[in-house]
């Protein structure tokens, strides 16, 4: 069922061909950004496709991931956001055609647009790492990358009482990859040192990355060195994970300045 904000219009029945102006792919802080952006500077005839009536703050799952904040504080109704004067499409966006400039929703909506945002979001696709999916929230293996995962993290470092734990930066630098967060490996990282170094844990932390610095800013990565240093973090450069073992509790890595090499990390 379509829902709209109160803007005065009839919802739209499937397989209907409405046109806006402005049509914005995504109900996430970027698509409201630019929604609320555009209204402020006097364009109302905008559509905002999202199928999701929730509205997560994802920069938030690093401090989850802490135990500095709940999950439940990331999440809030979508219709909250949207500004007045949107309609919004309560519908998943499957299919762009920018000759006839049409947006297709799975439903079978067609949206024509005079000018179209496109910011669905990025979706972590686990199944690029052998044994992720079927082990992430389980085995001492997690990511703050996801609502319901993000507390597991927290779990998992509560749980830690010596041994390694092992953080991972994905690859970045290769054409068909990205990430939603650079820094976000990094941060959870330092503060799981922090909660061991103040609980007198003797917990070795790692932190491999697939890039060959620490990070891409010289400034910010002299600071974060010296961060590194301080909390006896091992920084491994030039290391892309590539499979994870729950039941050895072992890291596969990928080289990248040795082409066809791997490396195993055992980890707690």
């Not at 409405?18 to 950004?33: C, S």
């Not at 961060?227 to 290391?239: A, D, F, N, P, S």
């Amino acid at each position: 069922m379509q829902t709209y904000t109160e803007v005065g219009s009839a919802p739209i029945k499937a397989r209907e061909t409405v046109r806006h102006r402005v049509v914005i792919i995504g109900g996430g802080t970027a698509g409201i950004t630019v929604a609320a952006q555009l209204v402020r500077k006097g364009i109302h005839d905008i559509a905002l496709i999202e199928p999701s009536d929730k509205h997560y703050y994802q920069p938030l799952w690093t401090l989850v991931g802490a135990g500095v904040a709940k999950a439940e504080q990331s999440v809030r109704e979508e219709k909250r956001f949207i500004p007045k004067g949107v309609r919004w499409v309560q519908e998943e966006a499957v299919e762009i055609d920018p000759e006839q400039k049409l947006v297709c929703t799975r439903n079978g909506t067609r949206v024509a647009y005079d000018f179209l945002v496109v910011a669905p979001g990025v979706v972590s696709d686990w199944d690029k790492i052998a044994g992720a999916a079927d082990t992430l929230g389980q085995n001492g293996v997690s990511t703050n990358y996801g609502y319901d995962l993000a507390p597991k993290t927290w779990e998992f470092i509560q749980q830690t009482q010596e041994g390694v734990a092992l953080f991972t930066m994905p690859n970045t630098a290769e054409p068909g990859y990205t990430i939603k967060c650079g820094g976000a490996p990094q941060k959870i990282a330092y503060m799981a040192a922090d909660y061991f170094r103040m609980r007198g844990r003797p917990v070795k932390v790692i932190y491999a990355t697939a890039g060959g610095l620490l990070f891409g800013v010289p400034e910010f990565c002299k600071v974060l060195e010296g961060v590194c240093e301080r909390y006896g973090i091992e920084v491994l450069t030039k290391h892309e994970l590539i499979a994870v073992d729950p039941n050895r509790k072992v890291a596969t890595f990928a080289l990248k300045d040795k082409p066809g090499e791997t490396r195993e990390i055992e980890f707690d």
